[in-house]
């Protein structure tokens, strides 16, 4: 018993993690209708901005996190800007392709040695590890970091989505982007805020996943992103609580295979849950089938 209430708490230490991925998919796609592919590797680029602040700057953890909250916002915002605004009015296949696109760019142009490098780093922890002993369950300050960043994270966007004059135009624009716009709502700005304060919560991410797991590299970003993405559409593409409940369960459901079955399964449970949705619901758990309009 004592074992398998490690392997769930350390399923809720990799699920909140990929909760942090999975709103931005959810959020970009409530908003443009878009599955933006390149937010894993905007996940990699905040992994490695808080390297840089620990190693070379040798930041303060709060600062790492504000550092990579900024560099991650700033790439998302120059990204919808450059790659996605133009083709808003394109179809959609041509915005999806861009998407993918965008993300062997990030991938392959941070792999020069003139940036990242290809090679893989070791993340330094900013302070000393150490664990409690609880009920036979070890819990380390790691995984209370990421419980405590990730859940004032998930207050922070509560907040900001139902309670402030930008998340009212969030929500607005998300139901009718035209009407919105025709009520005086800036469009463009809203779908900027939007990208930005995805790739925020994906660059907190990138510093907890550095944490946890001490190696990044520059293609870090693709399982991460996927098995996200996967679990955006287990909760229900579009919906907030839905991103949060699929991650959560994606992080239990590859813990406990590696644990019960083999290690070597840990990756495809995700492709198998993601089959199984689009086959059984694929609004998702806390998704609504909409009405198409003719």
């Known amino acids: 018993m004592e074992y398998f209430l490690q392997q769930v708490l350390n399923g809720l230490q990799i699920g909140f993690v990929y909760a942090l991925?999975?709103?931005?998919?959810?959020?970009?796609?409530?908003?443009?209708?878009?599955?933006?592919?390149?937010?894993?590797?905007?996940?990699?680029?905040?992994?490695?901005?808080?390297?840089?602040?620990?190693?070379?700057?040798?930041?303060?953890?709060?600062a790492v996190f504000l550092?990579?909250?900024?560099?991650?916002?700033?790439?998302?915002?120059?990204?919808?800007?450059?790659?996605?605004r133009p083709l808003r009015e394109a179809p959609k296949i041509a915005a999806l392709i861009t998407a993918i696109g965008v993300s062997l760019f990030l991938e392959y142009f941070t792999a020069l040695r003139q940036v990242f490098g290809p090679n893989y780093y070791s993340f330094p922890r900013p302070f000393a590890v150490f664990s409690w002993e609880i009920g036979g369950i070890s819990v380390t300050n790691i995984q209370a970091i990421i419980f405590l960043?990730?859940?004032?994270?998930?207050?922070?966007?509560?907040y900001t989505v139902h309670r402030t004059r930008i998340g009212k135009a969030m929500r607005a624009v998300s139901h009718d982007h035209v009407t919105a716009g025709l009520m005086g709502v800036n469009v463009d700005l809203v779908i900027s805020f939007t990208f930005g304060l995805g790739a925020a919560l994906a660059g907190i991410?990138?510093?907890l996943y550095g944490i946890a797991y001490p190696q990044v590299n520059t293609f870090m970003g693709v399982m991460p992103g996927l098995?996200?993405?996967?679990?955006?559409?287990?909760?229900?593409?579009?919906?907030?609580p839905g991103a949060v409940l699929g991650a959560l369960?994606?992080?239990?459901?590859?813990?406990?295979?590696?644990?019960?079955?083999?290690?070597?399964?840990?990756?495809?449970?995700a492709f198998v849950?993601?089959?199984?949705?689009?086959l059984l619901r694929p609004t998702g758990i806390l998704g609504v089938r909409g009405t198409e309009k003719v």
């Open 149 to 158: 960043v990730t859940l004032c994270s998930l207050a922070l966007l509560w």
């Open 21 to 62: 991925i999975a709103l931005g998919y959810t959020m970009v796609y409530g908003i443009v209708r878009l599955i933006n592919f390149a937010h894993g590797d905007v996940f990699m680029v905040g992994a490695f901005i808080g390297l840089y602040a620990i190693e070379t700057l040798q930041l303060p953890l709060s």
């Open 273 to 278: 849950i993601l089959i199984a949705v689009l």
């Open 205 to 207: 991410g990138g510093v």
């Open 249 to 269: 369960i994606m992080g239990q459901s590859e813990t406990l295979t590696a644990a019960y079955l083999s290690s070597a399964y840990r990756d495809g449970i």
């Open 227 to 240: 098995k996200a993405f996967t679990a955006a559409v287990l909760g229900g593409i579009g919906s907030i």
């Open 67 to 84: 550092l990579a909250i900024t560099g991650s916002a700033l790439l998302a915002v120059t990204m919808e800007r450059v790659a996605y």
